[in-house]
């Protein structure tokens, strides 16, 4: 667990990395594993960033993109916001392939991709 003083140091060394490659302050903020308290959720709001929660596709570490697509396919609802790990093996080693289906099946059920400004409204 990281302290406080920590955290908030971390969201500044990662917010001058965003700014040093982009050119641009992060607006948004994940917290990994989706897990934070009120103090977390304060660290992001004092460093100008409004905090993303979302639906975990379970792709981490799987090997099946089928187990993925199922797991999002049950717990999507509208306005989810799915996380995913595109970083490849071995970490995400069937994310890549369960995009390819769950697009075009989210699709059909209505779904559509929008940015994350339209659906915050930021």
């Not at 302050?25 to 917290?31: E, S």
């Not at 396919?73 to 970490?91: A, C, K, Q, T, Y």
């Amino acid at each position: 667990m990281l302290s406080p003083a920590d955290k908030r140091a971390e969201v500044q060394r990662t917010a001058h990395i965003l700014v040093r490659l982009t050119g641009r302050a992060p607006v948004w903020f994940r917290l990994p594993g989706l897990c934070h308290d009120d103090g977390d959720l304060r660290i992001a709001a004092r460093a100008g960033e409004q905090t993303v929660d979302g639906l975990p596709s379970g792709d981490a570490f799987q090997a099946s993109a089928a187990v993925i697509v199922r797991t999002v396919l049950g717990e999507v609802r509208p306005g989810s916001i799915i996380v995913m790990h595109m970083m490849g093996p071995p970490n995400a080693p069937a994310t890549g392939a369960a995009v390819k289906a769950l697009i075009p099946e989210l699709r059909a059920r209505g779904y559509r991709f929008v940015r994350l400004s339209q659906l915050l409204g930021r």
